[in-house]
């Protein structure tokens, strides 16, 4: 029997390519390749670039494909595989979020990439506010979604307690279809029933590079006493899923207490952990104002 996957994908990267988008291979160093959906055309430059950022449980185009047919017309959009999902790949061993931000870095300037705003989710929040930090140069603004600068003890501990797992691990890579469906319910404010065989085909087609992405999630938790709180030059929108159970809106608040001035917050109702993907309309609308505000305000600044 095909795996839904199988079928999806092909069809999802021909839609790509239609909007104007091709996967890139990219060389950070020899062993150390990513993939990057890029725009198709060699100059893309008249238009701001927007780098889309993904969480743990899917590729980039995969986590992001709503997005990018509602920003290909306005920006040059970016999206990465990070180390060990989709097409990117390292035989290094650094498994740290300053190594994925860093070979993020690199590949877009690779790219031709000199100025952009990112956005992340989850994951790709925190190597995004890891890549502000390190290359202040490359990253304008960010606009974060259901993240936190860095994952310290005491926030990974308060989320985990809140969704019922021991482990980040336990949660991210699921091995049975059940325990698949049990990540999307959690991070999902009201996910519609699906059959049993596409959480099989789900678990068939996503979870690759275990043991690589179990050293990932072990890297990414920080004690609180080893974390001090950056200062970023950047705009930081925060735009989160008001029922997101695992960075609540507590959560949200602190961040944004922790960004100081230059950081604003919205919350989207009935929406969760991916709120992308839950409520891509009004997401995007939010996503598409933000964005046009930082266009026009850095036209004022030029």
Same mark, same amino acid.
Request: with cysteine; glycine share 6%; charged share 20%.
């Given at each position: 029997?095909?795996?839904?996957?199988?079928?999806?994908?092909?069809?999802?990267?021909?839609?790509?390519?239609?909007?104007?988008?091709?996967?890139?291979?990219?060389?950070?160093?020899?062993?150390?390749?990513?993939?990057?959906?890029?725009?198709?055309?060699?100059?893309?430059?008249?238009?701001?670039?927007?780098?889309?950022?993904?969480?743990?449980?899917?590729?980039g185009?995969?986590?992001?494909q709503?997005?990018?047919?509602?920003l290909?017309?306005?920006?040059?959009?970016y999206?990465?595989?990070?180390?060990?999902?989709?097409g990117?790949?390292t035989?290094?061993?650094?498994?740290?979020?300053?190594?994925?931000?860093?070979?993020?870095?690199?590949?877009?300037?690779?790219?031709?990439?000199?100025k952009?705003?990112?956005v992340?989710?989850?994951?790709?929040?925190?190597?995004?506010?890891?890549?502000?930090?390190?290359?202040?140069?490359l990253?304008?603004?960010?606009?974060?979604?259901?993240? +936190?600068?860095?994952?310290?003890?005491? !926030?990974? /501990?308060?989320? @985990?307690?809140? *969704?019922?797992?021991?482990?980040?691990?336990?949660?991210l890579?699921?091995?049975?279809?059940?325990?698949?469906?049990?990540?999307?319910?959690?991070?999902?404010?009201k996910?519609?029933?699906?059959?049993?065989?596409?959480?099989?085909?789900?678990?068939?087609?996503?979870?690759?590079?275990?043991?690589?992405?179990?050293?990932?999630?072990?890297?990414?938790?920080?004690?609180?006493?080893?974390?001090?709180?950056?200062?970023?030059?950047?705009?930081?929108?925060?735009?989160?899923?008001?029922?997101?159970?695992?960075?609540?809106?507590?959560?949200?608040h602190?961040?944004?207490?922790?960004?100081?001035?230059?950081?604003?917050?919205?919350?989207?109702?009935?929406?969760?952990?991916? +709120?992308?993907l839950?409520?891509?309309? !009004?997401? /995007?609308?939010? @996503?598409?104002? *933000?964005?046009a505000?930082?266009?026009?305000?850095n036209?004022?600044?030029?």
């Open positions: 029997m095909l795996n839904l996957f199988s079928i999806y994908k092909p069809i999802l990267h021909g839609v790509m390519k239609l909007a104007g988008m091709s996967p890139r291979k990219v060389e950070i160093q020899p062993g150390t390749v990513l993939n990057i959906w890029a725009p198709t055309t060699t100059r893309p430059h008249h238009k701001p670039a927007v780098v889309l950022l993904h969480g743990f449980a899917m590729d185009i995969l986590t992001w709503l997005q990018v047919l509602a290909v017309r306005n920006y040059a959009v999206v990465p595989d990070f180390l060990f999902f989709g990117s790949v035989d290094r061993a650094e498994r740290t979020v300053e190594f994925q931000s860093e070979c993020m870095a690199r590949g877009l300037r690779q790219l031709g990439v000199e952009c705003t990112l992340g989710l989850s994951y790709g929040g925190m190597v995004g506010f890891k890549m502000a930090e390190m290359y202040p140069d990253v304008r603004s960010m606009i974060v979604t259901c993240s +936190v600068m860095a994952l310290i003890e005491s !926030v990974s /501990n308060a989320g @985990l307690e809140r *969704i019922g797992f021991p482990t980040w691990s336990d949660f890579l699921p091995k049975t279809p059940k325990a698949v469906k049990i990540m999307f319910d959690t991070a999902s404010y996910l519609p029933n699906l059959p049993t065989f596409v959480y099989k085909d789900i678990l068939e087609a996503m979870f690759n590079n275990r043991k690589e992405r179990h050293e990932l999630l072990e890297a990414l938790v920080t004690s609180d006493k080893a974390f001090t709180i950056p200062r970023y030059p950047q705009k930081i929108h925060l735009l989160w899923g008001e029922k997101d159970k695992i960075f609540d809106m507590e959560t949200a602190n961040l944004k207490e922790q960004v100081g001035e230059k950081a604003t917050l919205e919350a989207i109702e009935k929406a969760g952990h991916l +709120v992308n839950e409520r891509p309309c !009004v997401y /995007n609308s939010h @996503l598409k104002k *933000i964005l505000s930082l266009v026009e305000e036209v004022q600044h030029n």
